[in-house]
């Protein structure tokens, strides 16, 4: 009676997980940390989750779970559960049309005319497909130069990816890691786009910064500053062109970027290297945090502002609000902000959507550039950090953003 017992717990315990991965996502507190997990390893992964799900079945039916009725139960429970998980991959195709639609609409519909010869031979989307193994740490095209020093402190190391063919005055794309400010490490997000843009000829440099709460807020902003002052000065030993550097990064890594995106040169942010010219050429956020004070109550519950308040700004807003408006990407537009492509996931357990679409819309109002904007449907919080087709449409459209950037010039301009 141990295998029967034993396999319904586990499917009910796989239901439970594809429960949070199907279900409406926005929930207050702890709860959305369960609905992430739901989402991010059985929402992203769902076919994964079904082959290794269908092969422990065999295993238990093998071990005699099917000669009592709880066996029966969990594998009518697992059937159920599957199904939900087949249902929720058909928002995988409706990624790379939105996405297509999110530049057309900000670019024009002749956008990819406009791309530069070199860069268009290389705009072909990379084939995930649903079964292809998820996470990949390296390309053989592709040579990572670990821990560079670009700054005093113990965290100021970062990778240059470039192309092991070689590169000569490549542009560059700088990717900022998530942690909520507390914790990640340059090496293992962010590897989609970063190996595509270098597999294509960019070079792609990911920076460690100081982390809350030993280090408040802004000096994360402050280290990746610095980090595109070393591109400036050391870029050209590694292949890059020092004068075209583009920023990314997900979930605090979003946060960050945007705000690289929109406070280009600003003296309180560059002690000691204030002449360096830290503009950026585009900003590709991905699914980042943009009000800090969420003016329009987006957020169900005050979890995050007394998270920030107490770790990362390490102030209240009531008893310091201009810290925390200078902190929020919302509170920074301005009409010379670089172009931007902001990417974000419709089923976001832990940075609810609506927070984006009200940066976009404040960012589109003011800025000279386009702003385009990508609601990824079905996607979850971190999406981006295995390759799944969902994965593959939002990096392939990130780079053509960025190839139509550097083939037409578009820049930041005087505000």
Request: net charge neutral.
């Amino acid at each position: 009676m141990i295998a029967p017992l034993l396999f319904l717990f586990v499917s009910c315990l796989g239901a439970a997980l594809t429960a949070f991965a199907v279900l409406p996502s926005r929930r207050p507190g702890a709860i959305s940390t369960a609905f992430f997990v739901g989402g991010l390893f059985f929402g992203e992964l769902a076919a994964v989750q079904i082959g290794w799900q269908a092969a422990a079945t065999i295993g238990f039916g093998l071990a005699g779970a099917f000669r009592a009725w709880p066996g029966w139960l969990g594998l009518a429970i697992s059937l159920a559960s599957w199904a939900a998980l087949v249902r929720s991959m058909r928002a995988w195709r409706e990624a790379a049309p939105i996405c297509e639609r999110a530049l057309t609409e900000s670019l024009g519909s002749g956008y990819r005319a406009a791309i530069a010869p070199a860069w268009a031979s290389r705009c072909e989307d990379e084939v995930v497909r649903p079964w292809s193994l998820p996470y990949r740490r390296s390309h053989p095209d592709i040579e990572r130069i670990a821990d560079l020093r670009y700054g005093p402190e113990p965290r100021n190391l970062l990778d240059v990816y470039r192309p092991r063919r070689g590169a000569a005055n490549a542009p560059v794309l700088l990717f900022v890691h998530g942690g909520a400010w507390t914790m990640g490490d340059k090496f293992g997000q962010g590897l989609p786009l970063i190996l595509y843009l270098a597999q294509r000829g960019f070079v792609c440099a990911s920076p460690n910064y100081r982390l809350s709460p030993q280090s408040p807020f802004p000096h994360h902003l402050i280290d990746l500053k610095r980090a595109i002052a070393w591109i400036r000065a050391h870029g050209p030993e590694y292949g890059a062109d020092p004068g075209w550097i583009a920023v990314t990064g997900g979930s605090a890594g979003g946060h960050l970027s945007a705000l690289l995106g929109l406070t280009a040169n600003d003296p309180e942010y560059q002690p000691g290297f204030e002449d360096v010219d830290t503009s950026v050429a585009a900003a590709v956020p991905f699914y980042g945090c943009y009000d800090l004070l969420d003016r329009k109550g987006h957020r169900p519950d005050r979890m995050q502002i007394e998270f920030l308040a107490e770790k990362v700004l390490q102030v209240s807003p009531e008893a310091d609000r201009n810290s925390w408006e200078k902190a929020s990407p919302i509170s920074r537009v301005n009409a010379g902000a670089p172009p931007f492509f902001v990417v974000h996931g419709a089923r976001d357990s832990l940075l609810f959507h609506p927070d984006a679409d009200s940066f976009v819309e404040a960012l589109r109002t003011v800025s000279r550039q386009p702003v385009a904007y990508a609601l990824v449907p079905g996607a979850e919080h971190a999406f981006d950090v295995f390759r799944t087709p969902r994965t593959a449409a939002a990096v392939g459209a990130a780079a053509r953003f960025l190839f139509w950037v550097h083939s037409t010039g578009a820049k930041a301009s005087s505000a």
